[in-house]
């Protein structure tokens, strides 16, 4: 069946990094746009990025327009999200996506 599992969240300090990474299995990955989502506490889930089946466009939310870059990996069956000058309206629950499934999610906290 269809899996993802994200990996890579954790608490980090504002102006940091991180890296987040989505492993697939089950499905074709290379025949599929992905995308990242997140939601902070109390609010909705929104689109942070995406990208197309073969990595040549990508789209992002403007909030993290500049500082987030989304890629993949086909030959691993694996998208990333490189982040960079993490602030705290950053934290949240990042998910990964592919229409009609969802990963369970790695938290992003973004404090001192």
């Known amino acids: 069946q269809v899996q993802l599992v994200e990996s890579g969240g954790g608490l980090v300090q504002p102006g940091g990094s991180l890296r987040l990474s989505c492993a697939a299995s089950g499905f074709i990955f290379s025949n599929y746009m992905m995308k990242w989502y997140r939601q902070a506490p109390g609010k909705e889930r929104e689109l942070v990025a995406a990208i197309s089946n073969t990595g040549g466009n990508t789209n992002y939310a403007d909030s993290v327009k500049g500082r987030f870059t989304i890629s993949r990996d086909n030959g691993k069956n694996t998208v990333y999200l490189q982040m960079r000058s993490l602030k705290p309206e950053d934290t949240a629950v990042y998910y990964c996506?592919?229409?009609?499934?969802w990963g369970q999610g790695t938290q992003v906290t973004v404090s001192s």
């Open positions: 996506n592919r229409v009609g499934a």
